[in-house]
């Protein structure tokens, strides 16, 4: 904090300063950062930026991952000399011969073992093992934990973000739908944002792919998923170190839930298309119709993949960029690097939106391939 309050205080005088000061100000900049430069260079292999390199890695890595509590920062103690995590622990819930229940902090983060009755239970990489008093961790030959893991119905901070998620769209649209039930328009406030987002979402996603006829029985579908999507990009934007939509597992439901829909309202047209195309000679049907059935399930892996992979890009951008300020330890490239680490996070926050359209398109989109009519291809 201190560092930060220096920095801002020289960015004040550098604002104030007359403009003949501005060359002088730029060859100290130069000057500063040749020195700054020399003594770093002459670090040696093994000292602290390496280790702090490997640190920032698994700090990433771990952010991308799920947990069972949510850490919003940890310190090093210096009398004790370890690692200090201050957050909010979540419940965990096993079923191993029966429920067991207890917090996640007894857990503390991995450190210590969790005695319920004659069972220990110890968090090892994300996951929580049975093992003994001592927490042993056995191995097979190819370095996996070889110990059992009772079934975890744990309430981690993934599942929370979506729980938090879904309530708050469930009352704002609820308040939304009465108010206009009730006077035939939407109320002032925050309905008055949403509700050009929910015309667009009827006027230029559902009916141009779906088609005016159909449109209405996906709209409820396409509108939870949207937002659902993008209330959980934005949460990932936070410093709670949630990353839903970085999942996969949550990203394979998504696709999932629209690969069922669109297989459950498929018209014969629609089959036909795939396995039996009109106006095709039948040796080429026969060749084609294998290629259609792998098209039907690449549509939903490749809902999955995008949107996991581009939010999942995005986390490991920002926070590389965000951990260069660190590695750098001089307050030129650490302010350049929270420049370009600001820019992305800006960037972030249209990508939030955009892949929460993408998703609703192209599900829309294979709706409407689904529906669609034999005399509308006419």
């Not at 079923?95 to 110890?122: A, M, P, R, T």
Request: hydrophobic share 45%; proline share 4%; aromatic share 14%.
């Amino acid at each position: 904090m201190t560092y930060i309050c220096s920095k801002i205080q020289t960015i004040r005088l550098v604002v104030n300063m007359p403009k003949p000061f501005y060359t002088y100000f730029v060859a100290f900049l130069m000057v500063s950062f040749n020195t700054l430069y020399a003594k770093t260079s002459n670090t040696k292999d093994g000292d602290t930026p390496s280790d702090l390199k490997s640190e920032i890695k698994a700090y990433i890595l771990h952010h991308l991952e799920d947990a069972h509590d949510f850490n919003l920062l940890s310190y090093k103690d210096k009398t004790s000399g370890e690692k200090v995590y201050i957050g909010m622990p979540l419940p965990v819930i096993l079923w191993d011969n029966g429920l067991k229940i207890f917090s996640s902090s007894k857990l503390k983060h991995g450190k210590s073992v969790v005695q319920l009755g004659e069972n220990h239970y110890k968090l090892y990489h994300g996951k929580i093992y049975k093992t003994d008093a001592q927490g042993t961790i056995t191995y097979d030959d190819h370095h996996h934990p070889e110990n059992i893991k009772p079934l975890d119905f744990s309430i981690t901070k993934n599942v929370v973000s979506i729980l938090f998620t879904a309530l708050l769209m469930f009352f704002l649209f609820r308040g939304l739908a009465k108010s206009y039930q009730k006077n035939g328009r939407i109320a002032k406030g925050v309905g008055r944002f949403f509700e050009p987002i929910i015309l667009y979402v009827r006027d230029e996603i559902a009916i141009p792919n779906i088609g005016e006829k159909h449109h209405r029985r996906f709209m409820g579908y396409l509108l939870t998923l949207f937002f659902f999507i993008w209330f959980l990009n934005l949460l990932g934007l936070t410093p709670l170190g949630i990353n839903v939509t970085g999942n996969i597992a949550i990203t394979f439901c998504l696709a999932l839930i629209t690969f069922v829909i669109t297989t459950l309202v498929g018209k014969k047209y629609y089959w036909k298309h795939i396995f039996w195309m009109p106006g095709v000679p039948w040796p080429m049907k026969i060749i084609l119709a294998p290629i259609e059935l792998l098209g039907l399930m690449i549509k939903p892996f490749s809902l999955m993949i995008r949107l996991y992979a581009n939010i999942s890009a995005g986390h490991i951008v920002l926070m590389s960029l965000i951990a260069l300020i660190f590695i750098f330890k001089n307050w030129i490239g650490s302010s350049l690097s929270f420049v370009l680490a600001f820019s992305i996070s800006i960037i972030e926050i249209l990508v939030a939106l955009l892949q929460a359209y993408i998703f609703t398109v192209l599900s829309a989109l294979y709706f409407g391939f689904a529906v669609e009519e034999e005399h509308e291809d006419h």
